[in-house]
């Protein structure tokens, strides 16, 4: 069974609708037992913003799904998780030479935005449909050689009932479950990079002219 880490990023859970009412399903699946997810909330876990990065890496290696839940945030994702992918997924650990730790894996984005689908198109509010604003996430999965799952969309979050964002979540619950049924697939092809050097690598001197009045 594929054993599925779900990375919780919301700056404010107790204001949300949406996240909520998926982490209590993911709760209610945990204490039903036999299910893969482990449910990791980044602003629980780091409130100061200092990341255990050998804490997540462990966390990912035991992990064959990883699964980013979050509400949009100005196109893209909340300060913390930025923070959790400059940190967590480096140079040589992550994609470059020597960076397989999460080759064959895979990326699955689930987020909610607040506009409807025709505000994220060519003529609407945003002028671009919402999956051109994830693009950064799929070329993530990319340079890491992981798979990238079609990520799950809700539009217009506010409007929705409790009983209907109940049933969203009870979907996304099952369609998780049934996700980590799923046979292995070929790994994905890895992605040449130049080698880079090593960090603070010593530079030409002089970098600047004479430190006295004489003329050069």
């Known amino acids: 069974m594929t054993r599925i880490t779900l990375l919780l990023a919301h700056p404010d859970l107790a ?32 409130p100061d913003y200092a ?5 997540e890496r462990q966390a990912l290696a035991e992990a064959d799904t ?7 945030h ?10 959790w992918v400059d940190e967590v997924l480096q140079f040589g650990w ?13 990326l699955w984005l689930v987020t909610s ?3 409807s689908p025709e505000a994220y198109s060519a003529s609407g ?5 919402l999956e051109q604003f994830l693009l950064p996430y799929a070329q993530i999965a990319r340079l890491c050689g992981m798979h990238y ?16 964002l109940h049933q969203h979540a009870l979907e996304f619950v099952q369609q998780l479950l049934n996700y980590g049924q799923q046979d292995a697939r070929p790994l994905p092809p890895e992605i040449d990079l130049d080698a880079r050097p090593a960090l603070f690598s010593p530079l030409p001197m002089p970098l600047f002219g004479p430190l006295n009045d004489e003329v050069a």
Request: no cysteine; charged share 15%.
């Open 74 to 83: 100005w196109y893209g994702m909340p300060a913390l998780l930025k923070l």
């Open 15 to 46: 204001q949300s609708r949406v996240t909520q009412a998926i982490v209590r399903a993911v709760r209610a699946a945990q204490q039903a037992g036999n299910t893969p997810i482990t449910l990791r909330d980044l602003y629980q876990l780091y």
């Open 94 to 106: 992550a994609y470059g030479p020597g960076g397989q730790a999460l080759r064959g894996k895979t």
């Open 125 to 129: 509010h945003h002028g671009h449909a």
């Open 149 to 164: 799952h079609p990520p799950r969309l809700l539009y217009g979050a506010h409007r929705y009932s409790e009983a209907e």
């Open 51 to 55: 990341i255990d990065t050998a804490a």
């Open 66 to 72: 990883l699964v980013l839940l979050h509400p949009l």
């Open 113 to 115: 935005a607040g506009g």
